[in-house]
């Protein structure tokens, strides 16, 4: 029986084989680790992505906006056309698609991202809502950074912290519970958080500063998201994970639920492969424009993948699935 969340990348290989027809024009297709496709348009080359929101009720509106737009804005593209399909449990009160398009609408506009289209319904079976969302981008052709680009030695650069987008929901989702426990101050703390998602700003930095590969960390947190980069490059790595930051919030919470922060859902934080000599400068770049970076590992010519501890090489496993889903299935 298949567990919670994404598929595993065993059985999404076997899916790859039935791709649909043939056409010259798609530059990059579905693979493992990658999160969007790229179609050539000339001097330009249009990017899409597609995500569902269904570990969250609250604020799902804007998830579904930046969560699809970040999986752009890895490939140095910049979101601009979004459709969006949302499905309504049974008895669903008429305002809940109206505050979920009112998220959407105000989300969309800051990045400036026009709604071309979408579906709603009400599904049967479904206990909360889901959100499903497409996101289209454009970026010059040949400033298409891939995901499968990262090259043997390059460093792994990632910005902000660990398990943002889940710690977020969780203090939403279990706020009374945990300000019984902690106290109104760090759950707001905690709660807030959504306000770092995006990372459009600094994909489309680094894009322009020239980085060989970019990958959001969404279901299975920074974890899942390394063996993803690592996947689609055919690389192994070898990371640092107390050189990770992780915000204290994230931590409080994470002991108290005895999750791995580092395999909590982490959409906000970036991951970038980047030349070794030119690491420094980039975190440079990121701090001084006040996005928290830190250098957290390398990636390797052999495929294996290991934490340093304690001076010594370990095993870093890979999550079998997403701890939020530890939460919700309580």
Request: charged share 30%.
């Amino acid at each position: 029986m298949l567990p919670p969340g994404k598929l595993p990348p065993e059985a999404l290989e076997r899916l790859f084989t039935k791709l649909g027809a043939s056409d010259p024009r798609v530059l990059l297709g579905p693979g493992k680790g990658i999160d969007f496709g790229a179609v050539d348009f000339g001097e330009k080359a249009l990017v899409a992505s597609t995500d569902p929101i269904t570990g969250a009720v609250e604020d799902i509106g804007f998830y579904a906006v930046h969560v699809n737009a970040n999986d752009v804005a890895v490939a140095g593209a910049r979101p601009k056309w979004f459709l969006i399909t949302i499905l309504l449990p049974e008895g669903s009160d008429e305002r809940l698609p109206e505050r979920i398009m009112d998220e959407i609408d105000r989300e969309a506009k800051k990045l400036g991202v026009a709604i071309i289209g979408g579906h709603t319904e009400v599904t049967p079976g479904l206990d909360r809502p889901i959100v499903i969302g497409t996101m289209l981008g454009e970026v010059e052709r040949e400033k298409l950074v891939r995901p499968d680009g990262a090259k043997p030695g390059d460093a792994i650069v990632m910005t902000k912290w660990a398990g943002l987008e889940g710690t977020s929901i969780i203090a939403r989702e279990k706020r009374e519970e945990l300000i019984g426990v902690f106290g109104k101050d760090l759950v707001e703390r905690a709660a807030s958080l959504i306000d770092y998602i995006s990372v459009v700003p600094e994909a489309i930095l680094a894009a322009d500063f020239g980085v060989n590969a970019m990958h959001d960390p969404t279901e299975g947190g920074i974890a899942n998201g390394l063996y993803e980069m690592a996947d689609s490059a055919g690389l192994g790595f070898r990371v640092f994970p107390d050189k990770i930051p992780i915000r204290d919030e994230t931590k409080a919470i994470c002991r108290y639920y005895s999750l791995n922060p580092l395999a909590l859902v982490g959409s906000g934080s970036l991951l970038i492969a980047v030349s070794r000599d030119r690491a420094k400068a980039l975190v440079e770049i990121l701090l001084s424009r006040g996005i928290n970076a830190a250098i957290i590992g390398e990636f390797l010519a052999e495929e294996k993948r290991v934490a340093v501890v304690n001076g010594e090489e370990r095993p870093f496993q890979r999550p079998e699935t997403d701890e939020l889903w530890r939460i919700f299935d309580e």
